[in-house]
């Protein structure tokens, strides 16, 4: 079982520090975002960070999701273990 856990926890780590500055976009939007700045349009510059917003929010969920499991998991080993 350490094993797993050093190996999860090399990988996450691994993950973090590899990680470059991503753009995620659609084609639809970065091409909308581009035509904005072309024009002088300021607001399309925050285009970007409206999507990383939108695509972090599913991680979001998930890790607290898992902590709550995580949680209910623990609390009810402990109460099993009283027997």
């Known amino acids: 079982m350490k094993l797993r856990n050093f190996i999860i926890t090399a990988a996450l780590v691994s993950l973090l520090l590899i990680s470059s ?10 091409a909308a975002a581009e035509e904005g700045v072309k024009d002088g349009n300021t607001q399309s ?10 695509l972090a929010m599913p991680y979001l969920a998930f890790a607290v999701i898992g902590y709550l499991w995580w949680k209910n998991y623990k609390r009810k080993k402990a109460t099993d273990g009283d027997f």
Do not use: H, R
């Open 45 to 54: 510059a925050t285009l970007n960070s409206g999507i990383m917003y939108l």
């Open 21 to 30: 500055e991503t753009f995620a976009q659609c084609a639809m939007c970065k």
